[in-house]
């Protein structure tokens, strides 16, 4: 499974990934560079964890309309984002391992 994660990952969910042995790409800022140079085009799943970077998910479902959005961040996704997430996850909630897990 190829994952895309944006964001900080203070939460630790990219080593969570790897550890079921998911090929995952990190990318700081989520621009349509960052997102092609992280294989956007490919990606099973485009993982954000930083409410703030909202607007990338329009971009990164324009480069590949398959991509699974998932967000595991806490506060609010804008409602233009909320409408092409596919699941939003509040850390406080499930664990990494968990999300993990579950993808």
């Known amino acids: 499974m190829h994952i895309i994660i944006a964001g900080a990952d203070e939460d630790g969910l990219g ?3 790897s550890d079921i042995e998911a090929d995952v790409h ?6 349509r560079p960052g997102l092609e140079e992280a294989g ?11 409410m703030r970077q909202a607007t990338s998910i329009a971009v990164a479902k324009d480069l590949n309309p398959d991509v699974r959005v998932v967000i595991y961040a ?13 699941l939003v996850v509040d850390p406080d ?8 897990e579950e993808l």
């Open 15 to 17: 080593a969570a990934l």
């Open 26 to 31: 990190a990318v700081d800022v989520a621009n």
């Open 40 to 50: 956007i085009h490919e990606a099973d799943v485009y993982l954000l964890t930083e």
């Open 74 to 86: 806490d506060g609010s996704l804008p409602d233009f984002a909320s409408r092409q997430a596919d």
């Open 93 to 100: 909630l499930l664990s990494p391992e968990a999300v993990a």
